[in-house]
């Protein structure tokens, strides 16, 4: 594989954003990053704390293919706000190695961390690592 290097977005990172942005839109997975995550994200970026963001950039190709961010309003535990890998990066652990950046350079005092976990695919990743389900959403489509 790729060299993949994990960092914290800056202000520069905004066109890659953007590109990896289109590439998520275009997978199936979309509703749920538009709405939860995706939206605003280049604002978020210029605007807030870059630390709240971490990437996973493959060198060779000088692309983003993985993200997470966090909500930086939280204190005592850290929500994670969504996370990220382009289809065809995943199951190569880049995932769980941003999760790991988040443990080390952002959880600094221990804290505890939740996710809201949409996707099937999704609870399987936080469950490998040890994340527990709290509670479930229940939806009626009324006919
Ligand atoms: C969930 C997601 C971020 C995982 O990223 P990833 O880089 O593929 O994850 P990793 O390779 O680090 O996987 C770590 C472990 O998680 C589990 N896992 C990850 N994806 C899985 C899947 N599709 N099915 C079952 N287990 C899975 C496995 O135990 C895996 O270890 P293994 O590959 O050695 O078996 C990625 O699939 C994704 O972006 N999905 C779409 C968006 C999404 O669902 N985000 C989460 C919303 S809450």
Redesign the pocket.
């Known amino acids: 594989m790729s060299d993949i290097t994990y960092r914290f977005a800056t202000k520069d990172d905004i066109e890659l954003v953007y590109d990896f942005a289109l590439h998520a839109l275009a997978s199936s997975?979309i509703p749920?990053?538009a709405a939860d995550v995706g939206d605003g994200i280049q604002e978020r970026i210029m605007e807030g704390d870059v630390r709240n963001l971490i990437v996973a950039e493959d060198l060779d190709e000088e692309i983003i293919v993985?993200y997470a961010e966090v909500d930086p309003q939280e204190s005592g535990r850290i929500l994670i706000m969504?996370?990220?890998?382009l289809p065809e990066y995943?199951?190569?652990?880049?995932?769980?190695k941003i999760l790991q950046m988040i443990l080390n350079e952002i959880c600094t005092n221990h804290e505890d961390l939740y996710?809201?976990?949409?996707?099937d695919?999704?609870v399987?990743?936080w469950q490998?690592y040890g994340f527990d389900v709290q509670f479930h959403v229940m939806e009626y489509k009324n006919p």
Do not use: D, P
Not at 90 to 96: A, E, H, N
Not at 115 to 119: D, E, M, N
């Open positions: 997975e749920v990053f993985g969504g996370v990220f890998v995943r199951r190569k652990g880049i995932g769980k996710v809201r976990a949409f996707t695919h999704g399987k990743f490998s």
